[in-house]
């Protein structure tokens, strides 16, 4: 997918929403466990609530192996079913990866090809040999971690590193690697007033945000700060929209959830 | 398995070798794609001819999901293969995870409950609450990312950080997280003479250094900078190795290849 087909979407929908499909079996309603493939039903069911309400979904890798082979095949109908009944909305492979060259070239090939996800997450901790590889598909999106939403983002991301902190060296530097045109970015909402000076940084790219809601971001400081003229953002939400109920009405109430956040998305757009 | 039982291992068999398994289906001897599982029958007829020469095996996580649900089979057929024939051998997921706390758990329960591996590669790039929750494990390792033999290692990890390196902060932080006993570190070998710095930080611990053979580093010289009294090295070489013959003795080769190793690395031990 095209990012200008992504821009598209996000207009037509007015949205800018990604779900997380981070499907935990403790998690999910009870009567899904009968289930012969209790990920995918329970996947497929939130897809089908929801898919007129956001523009991308983002199934975890971690959620997926943790179950092995179960896993791995539920993660493949799951993207099979999005590709098959929703080819215009983005997907995302949450996977953090990194490797040295030909090794990442490998991870490339499973999500892009064996899988075809529109785009994956890496890290960037490796360099530059690590990403190009993902980078040199066309159409196909790398979305490398900046700075994230966590605790430990403070260890290293936000240390000083020529007088600059890491994940600015990091988004600074990615600039110059080949086919960088089709990088995006994880930059968490916990901070939205960094978003300022990552916009210095990176005005074009989207970013992906990741935080907002059960990690305490706040949407329309997001939007302040790092809102671009093609928008240039997908706001992630899993557990708040997926367990908002843990009854058989769970879809629904995902679709309940996924509405209000997108009706203030199309608030915002509308200003 | 415990650290005790690998340096046994080690002195039994006096060899500190990891052999890389990163199977490519073009690269493997072209007989073997008649197989069911060309995968899994590359990587027994390898363990089978080698296991009495090295003590861990390292089968590299991208090389199976490039192959999709085939791929994850063929690894979960390979580990247990081990664990059932060679349960003294120390297994490594080469997997590079890292994500955020609850996130990071599942991929734990991944790599140490579901595949039962005695250890995974994580990255350092999200800090603390990313690489803690492996920790947890008792008598699993985590083995992070510290110095790579890659040319982007130049890119972030050798910049300097409140004066030190960044992979030397990184080392440094790592030993005040919780169960940091459970830490083990990736070392490229193409920089040997930094070893003698890192054994300054992290005196007691095992490195995994890649990058002898095809990447160009001397095994005489991370030896001289990196062994410690409990040896403290594990040397993974994985093309030098399984692809050093593309025939049908390609197994045998193999072995060969390994003895070359082994006996080299035994003489170091005998000093």
Redesign the interface.
């Known amino acids: 997918m095209t990012t200008a087909q992504l821009v598209e979407q996000i207009k037509k929908k007015q949205s800018f929403l990604c779900i997380g499909l981070?499907v935990?079996l403790n998690k999910i309603p009870e009567h899904l466990l009968k289930e012969e493939d209790p990920i995918f039903a329970f996947n497929k069911a939130i897809i089908d609530a929801t898919h007129h309400l956001c523009v991308a979904y983002k199934p975890?890798t971690?959620?997926y192996?943790?179950?092995?082979?179960k896993?791995?095949?539920a993660l493949?109908k799951t993207i099979n079913y999005l590709n098959e009944n929703h080819p215009e909305i983005f997907t995302i492979a949450?996977a953090?990866?990194?490797?040295?060259?030909n090794?990442?070239t490998?991870?490339a090939?499973?999500?892009f090809e064996?899988?075809a996800f529109d785009s994956v997450t890496v890290?960037?901790?490796?360099?530059?040999?690590?990403?190009e590889p993902f980078l040199a598909f066309q159409d196909k999106h790398t979305i490398m971690?900046g700075l994230?939403?966590?605790?430990?983002?403070?260890?290293?991301?936000t240390?000083?590193?020529?007088g600059k902190e890491?994940y600015k060296?990091?988004l600074e530097?990615s600039k110059t690697w080949k086919n960088s045109q089709n990088l995006m970015y994880v930059v968490g909402a916990t901070k939205a007033e960094y978003l300022a000076d990552i916009r210095q940084i990176i005005p074009d790219s989207f970013l992906l945000v990741p935080g907002v809601g059960a990690q305490g971001g706040n949407l329309q400081d997001v939007c302040k700060y790092g809102m671009n003229d093609s928008v240039g953002l997908l706001i992630n939400s899993s557990r708040g929209i997926i367990y908002a109920s843990k009854d058989e009405d769970y879809a629904q109430v995902a679709a309940e959830k996924a509405k209000e956040l997108q009706a203030e998305m199309a608030e915002i757009l509308s200003v």
Chains 1, 2 share one sequence.
């Not at 960037?124 to 990403?131: E, I, N």
């Open positions: 981070d935990d975890n971690a959620f192996e943790a179950y092995g082979l896993g791995w095949k493949e949450d953090k990866r990194g490797d040295i060259g090794t990442s490998m991870y090939k499973a999500f064996d899988l890290a960037p901790y490796m360099g530059k040999d690590s990403v971690l994230t939403s966590n605790a430990g983002a403070f260890d290293f991301q240390k000083l590193v020529d890491l060296k990091v530097t």
